[in-house]
């Protein structure tokens, strides 16, 4: 016996990137090509193969580490030639018997429709788009039965998996809705491109049906008056170069809405655990920020928003959504948030009706600011207005406790508080 090790061979421009399967474990036969383990970056998975057959003896790396080129995966041991004739023979009859195995396994499946497997200990084979697939979908692909040659695993047995678990548990109340196929293609009407739905927004869709369709979405519309706020954001300039000082009206807004969230600490609740009747109250502010990138819509968050300065806010607005559009944030940062703020007040827009950010329980949705005539003092004046739209969770928060936080929200952002603030 003699023992070779396998490293990382050269995967391009993948370098500290993580260890998301391991597909293989100690004492087990591998052969040349079979899939060892499967790295993923922000881009794409990949499967490191074996480079030659042989018996792990001991995997190093575990599923979570990060690994570059050269990394030491595990060591094999080698049967010396002696060896080899024997253990030959020893595969190949173990090899018949796996084939049968599966021959029946499959047949199985056939027959009773059970697509889970009893023993999901052993390593499934599967190629990293299926891989990545049922990840996408919540599924543990070494779950599922692969009804291709030696229980390999294709996208279609994920969705079988899938239509077998959702027919397993049928709620007797619920009316599942029912797809509707359109009765004539689109391209009876024209020439048509069908495309791949981006991999941020097939990440975000599940959080955004899950949101819509089991939270209890309510939206208070109201105008927040901060021509104060606006006039003092206008003015402020550096202090050494004399040149204004570039600072967006939602690092303002951050600012008034943690003052909020103090006086309102259910805004600042989440509801992972609503089924057992609990609620998790937050007592730090980190404000979730949504950012529209090419890729789709990210929430980065503002961490303890409460402990920093306008300036700061605002500068790390811009740090946070050019990391998110270059898409070099850590995924740890689009959780644990207080509430979001979704601003369209740079592109336009009034009023909308903005999606809670699950497990939290309300957003703050906010438009673009206008100047109107409203009455003022006893007469007509020309006021700075912004539009707000909070969402929030019925079942956490009742319509008046929503409108008062608005009045807050406005006070804060009104005459009085925006000098405080920004001092
Ligand atoms: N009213 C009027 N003007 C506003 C404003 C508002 N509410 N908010 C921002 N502006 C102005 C800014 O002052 C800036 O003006 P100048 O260029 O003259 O300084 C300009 O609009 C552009 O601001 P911005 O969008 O670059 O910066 P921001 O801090 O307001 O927003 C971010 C940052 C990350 C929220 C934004 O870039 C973004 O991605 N917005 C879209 C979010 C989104 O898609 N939400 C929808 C989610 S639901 O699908």
Request: aromatic share 6%; hydrophobic share 35%.
């Amino acid at each position: 016996m003699s023992d070779k090790e396998i490293k990382v061979p050269n995967i391009g421009e993948f370098k500290d990137v993580e260890v998301i399967e391991v597909l293989v474990s100690n004492g087990q036969s591998v052969s040349k090509n079979d899939p060892l383990i499967t790295i993923e970056s922000d881009k794409s998975s990949v499967e490191i193969p074996a480079s030659f057959d042989g018996k792990v003896k001991s995997v190093k790396i575990k599923v979570g580490d990060r690994v570059s080129e050269g990394d030491l995966i595990l060591t094999v041991e080698q049967p010396g030639e002696e060896e080899k004739s024997v253990e030959q023979k020893t595969i190949k009859e173990t090899k018949t018997v796996t084939n049968q195995n599966q021959e029946e396994k499959i047949v199985k499946v056939t027959q009773t429709q059970n697509l889970t497997k009893k023993d999901n200990s052993e390593a499934s084979s599967a190629s990293p788009k299926v891989r990545k697939f049922a990840r996408e979908l919540g599924v543990n692909i070494n779950e599922i039965v692969g009804s291709e040659r030696q229980g390999r695993i294709v996208e279609d047995d994920v969705k079988n998996f899938i239509s077998s678990r959702i027919n397993k548990t049928p709620d007797k109340t619920e009316v599942q809705p029912k797809k509707i196929v359109s009765e004539f293609p689109h391209s009876d009407f024209g020439e048509i491109k069908v495309k791949d739905m981006p991999r941020v927004k097939k990440l975000a869709s599940t959080y955004l049906v899950n949101s819509w369709t089991t939270i209890p979405h309510v939206t208070n519309h109201d105008e927040a008056d901060i021509t104060e706020m606006e006039d003092f954001r206008t003015s402020l300039t550096d202090m050494y170069t004399g040149e204004r000082k570039k600072i967006t009206p939602l690092a303002f807004i951050v600012k008034a809405l943690v003052a909020s969230l103090k006086k309102f600490p259910s805004f600042n609740s989440s509801i992972d655990d609503i089924e057992n009747g609990k609620i998790t109250m937050k007592n730090y502010f980190h404000v979730g920020i949504a950012v529209d990138t090419p890729h789709g819509l990210m929430v980065p968050k503002i961490r303890n928003a409460d402990n920093k300065s306008i300036s700061y806010i605002s500068n790390e607005l811009k740090t946070v959504s050019d990391q998110c559009r270059n898409l070099k944030i850590d995924k740890k940062e689009f959780f644990g948030g207080s509430m979001t703020i979704t601003s369209l007040g740079g592109i336009g827009g009034s009023f909308f009706t903005p999606i809670i950010n699950y497990p939290e329980v309300a957003i703050l949705g906010v438009g673009k600011a206008q100047k109107k005539q409203i009455f003022f003092n006893g007469k007509f004046e020309t006021r700075t207005m912004l539009p707000l739209s909070l969402s929030y969770d019925h079942r956490i928060i009742d319509g008046a406790e929503a409108a008062r936080f608005n009045n807050d929200l406005k006070e804060n952002l009104g005459k009085n508080f925006a000098y405080k603030l920004a001092v």
